[in-house]
């Protein structure tokens, strides 16, 4: 089987890509900027660790020759646009230099991890496909504006010659989230908190995008991107169905927009002398009372790639984070 250089591994997706590629039987090289993330995954030992950087390409110049398939998902998520040069950064300067190096190397397949927020959504709340115009711009948000870009960086390097695809997950939930992320939305849950918000995305199960990034190396067209969701959800179907999983009274009050969004402008004031960022950030707000639902056709047709109910997909969720004593 051929070698997998794969960014990001230490994340949610990439850890969980990394141990699927190795089960069936993909030999994997690593990128890792702190090593001592790696003592959370069983999969450590068997694969061949770099130590580096995106935002370095010192640290990687030269030393991935020997692998014909590169996976990039390194990157930050954030919606603080007080942190967009970070997210620049990381985004697209670090996709440009792992992009560089790859047309360098010679690899066979390119797969960059996009995200769906780098296509943009629907005016009037119905579900897009990967044809859609981005039509983010007139909100600002630098999550959103910064993986357009990086995927400008990855068509430059098609044009240069790169066999590169391009997957965009969705909202993604399930095992392996070492971190707990999602942890604090289901703790409000099981408060038997009576609130929700009129707003709706796409759940998608990571055993499916972590399915569709790997058939993506065979499958994948060069220049296409893919959708990698699962179901469309109304934000009260969503935590009425963590609720179900919990035992415990669904939400049944909708909470008007106007007290988000003193506590959005609240945190973001605070967040100048904390540093930290603020949920929901404000230029989060324009998701409020929109449904941003996507089409995974595509991907479930030319990558074979499952869709996941997300009644299952949260039955693992919670399991996994009561295993880890995280919840």
């Not at 992009?99 to 943009?120: M, P, R, T, W, Y």
């Not at 934000?235 to 939400?251: C, N, R």
């Not at 106007?258 to 002398?273: H, N």
Request: charged share 25%.
């Amino acid at each position: 089987m051929p070698k997998v250089f794969v960014t990001g591994a230490t994340g949610f997706i990439g850890n969980n890509l990394v141990s699927k590629l190795l089960e069936k039987g993909y030999a994997v090289k690593i990128l890792v900027r702190d090593k001592s993330l790696l003592d959370l995954f069983k999969w450590k030992n068997d694969v061949d660790i770099l130590p580096g950087d995106i935002l370095e390409p010192e640290t990687f110049q030269g030393k991935i020759n020997d692998c014909e398939i590169i996976i990039h998902g390194a990157a930050l998520i954030a919606f603080w646009n007080r942190i967009w040069d970070k997210l620049y950064q990381v985004n697209v300067i670090g996709t440009r230099n792992i992009l560089d190096e790859a047309l360098k190397s010679g690899c066979k397949k390119f797969i960059h991890i996009s995200s769906v927020a780098a296509i943009g959504y629907g005016e009037k709340g119905e579900s897009i496909n990967e044809d859609h115009s981005f039509n983010w711009s007139k909100h600002k948000i630098c999550y959103m504006e910064t993986k357009h870009e990086a995927e400008i960086e990855v068509h430059k390097a098609i044009a240069k010659g790169l066999n590169a695809t391009m997957v965009n997950p969705a909202n993604v939930w399930g095992v392996g989230d070492f971190r707990g992320r999602r942890v604090p939305v289901i703790k409000v849950v099981r408060l038997r908190q009576p609130f929700y918000v009129h707003a709706g995305t796409n759940f998608v199960d990571v055993d499916a995008v972590c399915e569709g990034i790997i058939n993506a190396i065979l499958l994948g067209k060069c220049g296409e991107r893919y959708i990698l969701g699962g179901e469309n959800l109304e934000i009260k179907d969503f935590l009425s169905t963590i609720a179900s999983e919990l035992g415990v009274s669904k939400p049944f009050i909708k909470l008007p927009k106007l007290p988000i969004v003193l506590a959005s402008y609240t945190q973001e004031a605070l967040g100048m002398f904390t540093g930290k960022s603020p949920r929901p950030a404000a230029s989060q707000l324009c998701f409020f009372g929109k449904n941003i639902y996507y089409d995974s056709s595509k991907a479930a047709t030319e990558l074979k790639m499952p869709i996941i109910p997300f009644r299952e997909c949260i039955h693992k969720t919670i399991k996994f984070y009561q295993e880890q004593k995280l919840l």
